[in-house]
Nanobody, 127 residues
């Protein structure tokens, strides 16, 4: 069964950090770009970041640039989203998703470019 599982979410104070993990089972992440999206209550799903299959290229939404980093460990079949300097507006359910083959570029901001999605990990930034 092809599956992505996010972990690492939780409650953190403003200015704090969290690292989300996206682990794959049933398939190898090596060949796919991976994206992170988030959805806050009452809002549409928002693209956050993505990383190419090789890990050599990354992209970030303006809202998280310079605060979030994305990385991958293909040996562990896992992608990470390091979130620093968290703000209350970062509160959302975070989802990882696998892209299609070797697609890359601005199109990776479109949820339609992703085939498999995790169940989400809740992040709450609050004092």
């Amino acid at each position: 069964q092809l599956q992505l599982v996010e972990s690492g979410g939780g409650l953190v104070q403003p200015g704090g950090s969290l690292r989300l993990s996206c682990a794959a089972s049933g398939f190898t992440l090596d060949y796919y770009a991976i994206g992170w999206f988030r959805q806050a209550p009452g809002k549409e799903r928002e693209w956050v970041s993505c990383i190419s299959s090789s890990g050599g290229s990354t992209m970030f939404a303006d809202s998280v640039k310079d605060r979030f980093t994305i990385s991958r460990d293909n040996a562990k079949n896992t992608v990470y989203l390091q979130m620093n300097s968290l703000k209350p507006e970062d509160t959302a359910v975070y989802y990882c998703a696998s892209g299609r083959g070797t697609d890359w570029g601005p199109l990776m901001m479109d949820p339609e470019e992703y085939d498999y999605w995790g169940q989400g990990s809740q992040v709450i930034v609050s004092s």
